[in-house]
């Protein structure tokens, strides 16, 4: 069984389009989350919702909007790609209790913008 | 401003040797830390983590030491086995008084093991 799903894995799109990544986990986990993985290998949380609210949103461009319409599942939404928006996004969720505070991480998807 | 350093790019250890990954940080305020290994063209897998109450924490052959005064961690696997190549990635958050944590993540170290 898949703990954390990402569909699609690999999604090759042209400049100005508009695209959807979703994210399923069946952790029954709280708290969901979107990294991006640029060029450099850089591994940066872009948002991260719980229960349905968003608690962390960092410095993106607002082309990027997260949608959660249920805690298992929290999908990316990208307005007017560009082609700085190439990189791999990896969805990821945790139940954060006392002690335990590790995330698990979907397979990714590769987004490359022509 | 890279809070959290993995300033190895690669390691090459021997099979049933011990690998030494490092990591690290600048922020006082971290308070917890996690180690993560990357196969190609998979996420990211938790290994083991540490609380900035401890300074050791084992999992079978993978063993966690952290070094607050030092601002510095480090991953120990031994014995390394073939399996164990991969990309290994150091994560740190402050705890957040919303009981959230926010990883910062270091670059990665590439570890191979050589049969």
């Known amino acids: 069984d898949t703990a954390v799903s990402q569909t699609p894995k690999y999604l090759v799109t042209q400049m100005g389009n508009d695209k959807s990544i979703k994210c399923e986990q069946n952790?029954?986990?709280?708290?969901m989350y979107w990294y991006k993985q640029d060029s450099k290998k850089f591994l940066k949380i872009m948002f991260s919702?719980?229960?349905?609210?968003?608690?962390i949103n960092e410095t993106v461009p607002n082309r990027f909007s997260p949608k959660s319409p249920d805690k298992a599942h929290l999908n990316l939404h990208i307005n007017s790609l560009e082609l700085g928006d190439s990189a791999v996004y990896f969805c990821a969720s945790s139940q954060e209790r006392q002690g335990s505070y590790e995330q698990y991480f979907g397979p990714g998807t590769r987004l490359t913008v022509t | 401003d890279q809070q959290v350093k993995q300033n190895s790019p690669s390691l090459s250890v021997q099979e049933g040797r011990i690998s030494i990954l490092n990591c690290d940080y600048t922020?006082?305020?971290?308070?917890?830390f996690l180690w993560y290994k990357k196969y190609p063209a998979e996420g990211p897998t938790f290994l083991i983590s540490i609380s900035s109450i401890k300074d050791k924490n084992e999992d079978g052959r993978f063993t966690v030491f952290l070094n607050k005064s030092a601002k510095h961690l480090s991953l120990h696997i031994v014995p390394s086995q073939p399996g164990d190549s991969a990309v290994y990635f150091c994560a740190a958050s402050p705890h957040f008084t919303s009981g959230t944590y926010k990883y910062i993540f270091g670059t990665g170290t590439r570890l191979k093991v050589l049969a």
């Open positions: 952790l029954g986990h709280d708290t």
């Open positions: 919702y719980n229960n349905k609210e968003l608690i």
């Open positions: 922020n006082s305020m971290f308070d917890y």
